[in-house]
């Protein structure tokens, strides 16, 4: 198929944390593919015009960087790859910022089903209140999301919706780390507060005091390099507070590099087989599938998180034991050769869908071609053209 592919960055197949990336390299091999950001989206218009494409994918998330993607997606319908639950904030700020105040609370009320929705200064958390989903999902012909429960919820939340999930395509970096005495952990630096750093340090430096073998056996590895962290870290550290719907990319490419990963206890991990480091044991029923990472309760995070590294610090085994079952949980899920012929089927099957139409209540404004006015001109004066 041929296929018009939108993001907002070029893609980089050698990052580990660039999931979509990879899974473009993959489908190159079976399907034409255009890339297209924000400086040659406009592109689309006359290539399409010219030879139609297949399908338009569209990566979507709560970011500026993601603006350029809305027109586009409202006028070529196609499949969307959802990487948050709300896309309020980016979107209201967009409008906002371009004087389209009243288009933002348009848009709003239709996602919320009602005739107004005004905008309270936006405050911590109105992106939550106001998801603003409703416009590209149900202009979409179909969607797709990292989790069964993420794809569950919302399409109870918009039934007339075409929701799926599919995991996430993680490619194995070539970084193959040798089990030995003493342990690096690694926390990939994205230069948000979430990181955790300062509660990763402190955890770390009581860790040390506690160990009864030297104390410069464990270490910390800290860069923004995912693949540096990964080459130099026994364990990856991956803390960051997950932003609803947002796939755990970084600690899947842990588990694909064979380390030990740590996470946080929420639900974006409730389904992964984990241990529970107050008690050592398995945290949930998962039968036999071993656990596959550390979990850490979030009302006790810095201690937990001490007694995790303190343990697999100087536990060689048991590292040995999370690290290879992170991998075999990995290839099973995610592995770019597993992921994509489920995605070749999904694009099979929405490439069929026809567009669905407009359901009441739709904003106008979402149509608008910026022909209007010239419209309403010509039908004042009686004259027709063959261009609009």
């Known amino acids: 198929m ?61 970011t500026p ?6 027109p586009y997606l409202l006028n070529y319908p196609g499949l969307v790859l959802l990487r948050s639950l709300t896309l309020g904030a980016s979107r209201t700020a967009a409008l906002v910022r371009e004087g ?57 939340r ?31 630096a994205t230069g948000d507060p979430r990181d955790r750093l300062a ?12 160990l009864t ?24 550290v991956a803390l960051q507070w997950p932003a609803p719907g947002a796939p755990l990319v970084q600690a899947i490419a842990g588990m694909a590099a064979a380390r030990v990963v740590v996470v946080f206890d929420t639900a974006e991990t409730a389904d992964w087989p984990s241990l529970d480091p107050q008690t050592w044991h398995e945290r949930g029923l998962f039968g036999s599938a071993p656990p596959i990472c550390v979990s850490l309760d979030l009302r006790d995070e810095e201690h937990s998180l001490m007694v995790a590294m303190r343990r697999l610090g100087a536990d060689v085994a048991l590292r040995q034991r999370l690290a290879a079952a992170g991998e075999a949980y990995w290839r099973e899920h995610h592995a770019p050769e597993r992921v994509a012929p489920m995605f070749d089927q999904v694009l099979r099957e929405t490439s069929t869908i026809i567009a669905p139409p407009r359901p009441p209540g739709w904003p106008a404004h979402l149509d608008a071609d910026g022909t209007a006015r010239l419209r309403e001109l010509l039908d004042e004066i009686g004259v027709t053209v063959d261009f609009l």
């Open 100 to 156: 389209r105040a009243a288009d933002a609370m348009r848009e709003r009320a239709f996602d919320l089903g009602r005739h107004d929705a005004p905008i309270p200064g936006v405050p911590r958390g109105a992106s939550r209140i106001w998801p603003m989903l409703r416009a590209p999902l149900v202009a979409s012909r179909a969607c797709i999301v990292p989790r069964v429960s993420m794809a569950d919820a919302l399409r109870v």
């Open 2 to 62: 041929r296929l018009a592919w939108f993001r907002p960055t070029r893609p980089e197949p050698n990052d580990p944390l660039d999931d979509t990336a990879q899974l473009i390299h993959v489908l190159r091999d079976r399907h034409a593919i255009d890339l297209f950001d924000a400086r040659r989206a406009h592109d689309v218009v006359w290539m399409h015009a010219r030879h139609a494409f297949d399908l338009h994918i569209y990566e979507l998330d709560d």
């Open 199 to 210: 509660i990763v340090r402190r955890a770390l430096q009581r860790a040390r005091e506690g």
């Open 213 to 236: 073998v030297d104390r410069a056996s464990i270490d910390l590895h800290v860069e923004a390099d995912a693949r540096q962290v990964l080459a130099m870290s026994d364990v990856l």
């Open 65 to 70: 960087g993601h603006q350029f993607i809305w």
């Open 158 to 188: 918009y039934p007339d919706a075409r929701v799926a999930a599919l995991p996430v395509a993680v490619s194995a970096p070539a970084l193959r780390r040798p089990i030995h005495e003493g342990c690096t952990f690694g926390v990939i």
